[in-house]
């Protein structure tokens, strides 16, 4: 049985990765230094999954976990995801961000590794100049997270032409669900109404973004791993839908009655030092056509399901 890596395996995403393909059959390594990631996030897994402590820097490491498994395939997914992380620690952020993927492509090369699926962001488009923004938009990001994504992106690009490996770029849009480990909407607005607390947002209302369920992007993760031949290297996953802030405190309220929420005009700010860049819809016709993508969760039902989560007695499980 072929075996896939999965980079960042105890993470939010890796984690939901690993899951998912071992609930196929696949054999998988969850590699993770456990700075972000929790192991308990990977409890409960049959003996198809093997869980590693190390870092995705190491490149030592890494390759001795490659030969000794006989990885043909690899989702990368260990990164440092936050823009606001990435204002505080530029140099950490770009560091392990970039030297990571390197450090991925250079065991593609070194062991003819058949496939990796990068987990790139829609941060790479920086304010979105059309929408929805597809796979062409200009790379303009406005924050060292984002950079760090598109250097990496171009990296896979140079080992494509030069060492024929097949590196694919997903590009997901603030993905949220069951398990987000972040203060961050929906998570903040969800928590506050469940606990019956008040939670005002003085500013970000007017804000459009394409927020994609775990579940979808899960989906199209694996569909870029298994898709036989790849005319492009780089795919949207999101829900394809731009919906405002405001749209989503309207929703929450909706879902739990008697919520005390609100949220007033304006963009979102990442901190008092830089603003979410103007963004909306990602367009999905490519991820459609090649992949047969197809998002299972609007806004609504996707809130929905984190809020039943959240009532089954679930809590984020965090480090």
């Keep these: 049985m072929a075996c896939v890596l999965v980079t960042g395996g105890a993470g939010f995403l890796g ?7 071992a609930g196929r ?13 929790v192991p308990a996030n990977l409890e409960g897994l049959g003996c198809n999954v093997g869980v590693f402590g190390g870092d995705v820097t190491d490149l030592g490491g890494l390759l001795g976990l490659i030969r000794q498994h006989r990885v043909r395939r690899i989702i990368h997914a260990a990164a440092i995801v936050s823009t606001l992380s990435s204002l505080s620690a530029p140099s950490h952020v770009t560091r392990v961000n970039i030297e990571g993927t390197l450090n991925v ?14 987990i790139s962001s829609e941060e790479t488009y920086g304010a979105f100049r059309c929408e929805p923004a597809d796979e062409e938009h200009p790379a303009l990001p406005t924050a060292p997270y984002g950079i760090s994504k598109v250097a990496s992106e171009q990296l896979g690009r140079f080992y494509r032409t030069v060492y024929k490996t097949d590196f694919i770029n997903v590009r997901t849009s603030w993905v949220y669900g069951p398990g987000f480990p ?10 506050a109404a469940l ?7 003085p500013r970000g209302g007017d804000a459009r973004i394409d927020h ?29 839908e ?7 405190v309207a929703l929450v309220k909706d879902l739990i009655p008697g919520a005390d929420l609100s949220v007033g005009p304006g963009p979102l700010w990442y901190d008092d030092r830089l603003v979410v860049p103007p963004k909306g819809a990602l367009d999905l016709t490519r991820a459609k056509r090649v992949l047969g993508y197809r998002p299972k969760y609007d806004l609504c039902r996707g809130l929905a399901s984190y809020i039943e989560w959240y009532r089954r007695g679930q809590l984020p499980r965090e480090n």
């Design 15 to 21: 984690a939901a990765v690993v899951r998912r393909l």
């Design 25 to 37: 059959g696949d054999r998988v390594i969850a590699l993770d230094n456990f700075q972000a990631g």
């Design 105 to 118: 492509l250079e065991a593609m090369r070194l062991f003819d590794v058949e496939r990796a699926v990068h």
């Design 182 to 191: 972040r203060q961050r909407i929906p998570r903040t607005l969800i928590e």
């Design 195 to 201: 606990a019956g607390r008040p939670l005002h947002l």
């Design 212 to 240: 994609t369920y775990l579940d979808d992007c899960v989906d199209g993760i694996l569909l870029a791993l298994d898709h036989a031949v790849h005319p492009f290297d780089a795919y949207n996953v999101a829900s394809g």
């Design 242 to 248: 731009g919906r405002t802030t405001a749209e989503m």
